[in-house]
C-alpha cells in the first residue's frame, strides 16, 4: 500500500487554529516574523485583530505569550523549532514551563527536513530538551489528519504544550475515522516478527518500510507514539511484548528522544534489547531532502534494511 501525498503540517496547523479560532475567541497567535513559511499567515488573513508580529524576537515572543495567558487567552507561538526551542529556552522554562501557562509552542521546520534553509535552522533535538521539561506536554503528529486533531486535543489542554510541526508536504497516514488522544499510542499495523516504534513524520516512512518487508514475508508491528510526553508507558510495554524484538525510527536525535523514551520504558518494565534508528550526535547539515534522510539512516530504504538486518539477525 503506498500513501497518498498531503498537505504539509504547517499548512494544517495554520488552517485549523484560524477555524478554531472562529467560535474561540479566546485563541490568539504570536507570530516571530515567519508567518509565510510557517503558515501563521493564514490565521493573520482571518484574524487581523488577533494576530501578533512580535518580529525576531524570540525571547519577547514567548515572555508575551506567558503575559496573555495570564489573562485567560490561549496563545499560539508560530516561529521556526530552531528559534523557538534554543534561542528562547530560557523564557519557556522559566516563563512558562515552571508556573504551568496555557500556552501552545509550535516548533515549525523541526527536523531534517529543513536543509535548505541552512544548517544552522535545523532542529533535532527538540524533543529531547522539551520531553525532560517539568510541565510540558510534547506532541509530534504523523500526518495532516493528525495534526488538526491535535490542535483541537491541546486547545481543551489546560498546560503549556510544544507541538513538532515539520516542513514539506507529507503522506496521509490515518483516515477520517482516526482519533488521536494526548499520551496514547497507536498500532499502525499489527505485526508478528518485530516491533517497530515510531513518532512524527517518520511513522508514515516506518509504513511504507513495513508494507515493502511485508512482501518478503517480515511482519511489522508498527506502533506510532505521537505524544512524547505524557508517554503511554502501558502501551509501548504491550507492544513490545508482541513479538519481543524492538527498533525505534525518528526524524531525531537518538540522544534523549523517542528511542531513549522507549529504551528507559522497557529497561524498567519489560527489560530487552531496543535498537534505536535516528541522528546520530552530531548537527545536521544543507541539503536536498532525500539525500539527508538516506545519508543518516531514516529514509523507507535504509528503513527497510535495518528492519530486516534486526529479524534476521534474531
Known amino acids: 500500500m ?12 495554520g488552517e485549523t487554529v484560524t477555524r478554531l479560532a472562529d467560535s474561540d475567541p479566546r485563541i490568539v497567535m504570536l507570530d516571530g516574523d515567519l508567518g509565510s513559511s510557517t503558515r501563521a499567515d493564514i490565521f493573520e488573513e482571518a484574524h487581523p485583530d488577533r494576530f501578533f508580529q512580535m518580529g525576531i ?25 530552531c528559534f523557538a526551542v534554543a534561542r528562547a529556552l ?13 500556552v501552545k509552542i509550535t516548533g515549525g521546520y523541526a527536523g531534517l527536513l529543513a536543509g535548505m534553509t541552512g544548517k544552522s535552522h535545523l532542529m533535532f533535538d527538540d524533543v529531547a ?34 507541538l513538532r510541526l515539520t516542513r514539506p508536504a507529507t503522506p496521509i497516514l490515518f483516515s477520517d475515522s482516526y482519533r488521536f488522544e494526548l499520551g496514547k499510542a497507536t498500532v499502525v499495523r499489527q505485526g508478528s516478527d518485530i516491533t517497530v516504534f515510531s513518532t512524527g513524520v517518520q511513522t508514515t516512512r516506518a509504513f511504507e518500510a513495513a508494507e515493502i518487508l511485508a512482501g518478503e514475508n517480515i511482519n511489522v508491528h508498527l506502533v506510532h507514539l505521537p505524544t512524547l510526553k505524557p508517554l ?32 528507559e520504558t522497557l529497561a524498567e518494565r519489560y527489560p530487552i534489547t531496543v535498537k534505536r534508528l535516528g541522528l546520530p550526535d552530531t548537527f545536521g547539515e544543507s541539503g536536498p531532502n532525500d539525500a539527508l534522510l538516506e545519508k543518516y539512516g531514516i529514509s523507507i530504504d535504509k528503513t527497510v534494511e535495518a528492519i530486516r538486518a534486526a529479524v534476521l539477525a534474531a
Not at 57 to 66: F, R, S, T
Not at 91 to 102: E, G, M, T
Open 57 to 81: 524576537a524570540e525571547q519577547n515572543l514567548l515572555g508575551v505569550a506567558a503575559g496573555m495567558a495570564t489573562m485567560g487567552f490561549i496563545p499560539f507561538v508560530s516561529t521556526f523549532a
Open 90 to 102: 530560557d523564557s519557556i522554562r522559566v516563563l512558562i514551563a515552571q508556573p504551568s501557562l496555557n
Open 232 to 263: 503511554d508507558l502501558d502501551g509501548i510495554v504491550e507492544a513490545a511484548q508482541v513479538t519481543g524484538s524492538v527498533i525505534t525510527t525518528e526524524e531525531h536525535t537518538t540522544i534523549g528522544g523517542l528511542g531513549s523514551a522507549v529504551a
Open 2 to 13: 503506498t500513501l497518498t501525498q498531503g498537505k504539509a503540517l504547517r499548512v494544517a496547523f
Open 129 to 162: 530538551i522539551m520531553r525532560a521539561m517539568a510541565n510540558m506536554v510534547t506532541v509530534a503528529p504523523a500526518d495532516e489528519v493528525e495534526t488538526r486533531q491535535a490542535i483541537s486535543a491541546i486547545i481543551d489542554y489546560e498546560g503549556p504544550v510544544y
